[in-house]
């Protein structure tokens, strides 16, 4: 299998376009696909796992659950919901953003929330025959959206459960930064954590409120050849899915935003 | 002396305010300014030696230079008029941005383009009597203006030099986030490492460009008391500069943006 055969859409990348022919457009080209929940529950769950079951599509992924910094009740039904869609939808893992700082609490308390809804989770998780994967955010969303920041960090979450249990995201757009990164992907894979790669380039300037200005493969400054490399190393030979988000990309029809897509991937991992 | 009086006023905070008048208020007030290379220009070193002198002033550092990735003749002849400037004003530092990824580069190229500018600079610093002060920034710059993202990055970077010749910057808005931040700046401490101390605060949404969102104290999620006592706990009892890049801020007179960040800085610290 080379690394163009590990290509998997996630539907993020074309936000607006139906589920039921973004799942068809990855059937015909044999490809797979990273659902997200929002649009799964639009169709339903029972309808969505017929849809892909009968495309015969791979789903890589389900994005997305988490946002248990304030771990209430409410929070942790939602991520048992969650596990039980992914688990319909024979996604092997759910992906987790841990959400911000609640109101009142430093980061350093919003830490703990993570590491307290984790531990509620991850044995139903593994009940139901799902990894969860902590994804750590890049550091410009650490107030809003994700306290958790760096790969060793989500490592550290990870570490006191199975890495049936949870995982972690290795998603180059938020971690690309960081000095320690190759450190953090070889330590990844020597404790089998690697439950999702994912490949988003980094471009600027960022637009207001930063969350939509992911690039396309090949038009920022990552190095998608070495994440390859470095990952590869460690011996995982999973998809690799491609998650833009972005503004001028959602404003175009999904075909030919997937069609573009799947070239640039390969394009960079070539 | 109370935490109150380690106010330093950082000019970058009013950026649009005449250097002559945010000295004279500094003056005042009796407390300390972080001077900015372009107005020391414009006004003439000479001249904003007098300047400061005359009024009786601490400068607590002057920002900012740097900006070395590729570190070519040109960059190196700019630092060095840089630690010369900072030694005509009195400054004991000089902030150093590193720049970002030169085209054509990976941010691990960039990353040894800065130890050689620092090998190169560090002697003359020596022979000035200046302290070059590496800067991270939040990873959101990584790409186009600064490649160093850590206090353990920067700590690593400074390592080979003497304390006298290189030390780093703790500002709470480039760090705040970090899950080694404690760990970090306890190192810095140990390693007498700390050459400058900035506040400012994180707020969101972000703007465009997201240079000029920094908050003003108090606005947004950062504990400073935490950072105070932290920093206190490394034996350091320098000044602390507050330094807001803010649109908002930069649209008002100088004089009302000095009064409202000293008050402001008064309260996070009480």
Redesign the interface.
């Known amino acids: 299998m080379t690394a163009a055969d590990r290509f998997s859409f996630n539907h993020a990348t074309a936000k607006f376009w139906d589920q039921r022919e973004a799942v068809e457009a990855c059937a015909r080209e044999g490809v797979g696909i990273g659902l997200w929940r929002e649009p799964l529950q639009e169709m339903g769950v029972e309808a969505t796992a017929k849809l892909v079951k009968d495309a015969g599509v791979e789903v890589t992924s389900l994005c997305r659950a988490g946002f248990f910094t304030n771990p209430t009740k409410e929070a942790i039904a939602d991520n048992r919901k969650a596990i039980e869609e992914a688990a319909a939808v024979g996604a092997p893992t759910l992906v987790l953003v841990s959400g911000g700082?609640p109101e009142g609490k430093?980061?350093d308390q919003a830490?703990e929330g993570v590491k307290e809804a984790l531990e509620e989770l991850a044995p139903y998780a593994v009940e139901q025959g799902i990894t969860l994967a902590i994804e750590p955010l890049?550091?410009?969303f650490?107030?809003?959206r994700c306290v958790v920041?760096?790969l060793?960090?989500a490592l550290?979450l990870a570490a006191p459960f199975s890495p049936e249990a949870v995982g972690v995201v290795v998603d180059t757009y938020h971690i690309?930064?960081?000095?320690?990164v190759w450190k953090g992907i070889a330590r990844a894979g020597r404790e089998n954590r690697i439950a999702s790669f994912q490949f988003a380039d980094?471009i600027?300037?960022?637009?207001?409120?930063?969350l939509t200005g992911r690039g396309q493969l090949g038009d920022?400054?990552i190095?998608f050849k070495?994440y390859l490399k470095e990952v590869d190393a460690t011996g995982f030979t999973g998809p690799i899915e491609v998650e833009l988000f972005n503004d001028a990309l959602w404003a175009r029809p999904g075909a030919e935003v997937f069609a573009e897509t799947k070239a640039a991937f390969e394009r960079v991992v070539a």
Request: glycine share 10%; aromatic share 10%.
């Open positions: 700082i430093t980061i830490r890049h550091p410009m650490a107030s809003d920041t760096t060793g960090e550290d690309w930064w960081d000095p320690e980094w600027t300037p960022l637009p207001a409120g930063v920022g400054c190095d070495r």
